[in-house]
């Protein structure tokens, strides 16, 4: 009998092209990723004992060569596997590449509305358009995707413009996660949302 796990989160890889000012990976990254043999391994460890929907994230997975092949075999073992990524390094043969692979779902981090502010958090010019750019080959492919931000005191207030923008592209899900900060993160302490903050979001 398997056991009851829903969900499982794996970080497949520390590295990142971006340098989000939220991040809670460390400035000092590590090569501490599992190889292609060990990770397909844990794959079939995992899916003897369990049958959960994987969600594989980073740093940014897409940086993953051996990525699709990871994808792939996840899916020949019955795993549904979802895909976490900044979007800016989604463009139409990874999106197909993605869709043959076998994921079922894509999640994509936009924390603004507008250009300048995502740009600026995110740490780096043109993250914003490449990110949306992204959606767009994801929805010409048929992949379904959903919105992630990470909300702190910095952006409360474009929630609200945010789940507009997310309405109007189309996405199947908006998931808000708050900010936790360690890591690179540490710089925003002090910027996550108070209880009173918390509920008025809610």
């Avoid at 079922?104 to 936009?110: I, K, P, Q, T, Y």
């Avoid at 924390?111 to 750019?133: N, S």
């Avoid at 789940?163 to 690179?184: D, N, Q, S």
Wanted: aromatic fraction near 6%.
């Amino acid at each position: 009998m398997k056991a009851e796990l829903r969900l499982l989160a794996w970080e497949v890889t520390q590295r990142c092209n971006l340098k989000c000012k939220h991040c809670r990976m460390n400035d000092q990254m590590e090569d501490k990723e599992l190889s292609l043999e060990e990770s397909l391994s844990l794959i079939d460890h995992l899916s003897q004992w369990a049958n959960p929907t994987l969600i594989l994230s980073g740093g940014e997975p897409l940086l993953r060569e051996d990525l699709f092949e990871i994808i792939e075999y996840a899916t020949s073992k019955n795993l549904r596997v979802v895909l976490a990524t900044n979007g800016t390094l989604l463009n139409s043969d990874v999106a197909k590449k993605l869709k043959k692979s076998g994921v079922r779902r894509v999640s994509v981090s936009l924390d603004f509305a507008h250009e300048e502010k995502q740009d600026e958090f995110r740490g780096e010019k043109g993250a914003f358009r490449k990110a949306l750019e992204g959606i767009n080959y994801l929805k010409e492919n048929g992949l379904p995707f959903q919105i992630n931000m990470t909300l702190t005191k910095e952006n409360l207030m474009e929630l609200p413009s945010l789940l507009r923008l997310a309405k109007e592209i189309g996405t199947e899900a908006f998931h808000v996660f708050f900010l936790v900060p360690t890591g690179i993160g540490r710089g925003l302490k002090g910027k996550e949302l108070s209880q009173e903050e918390y509920e008025d979001c809610l």
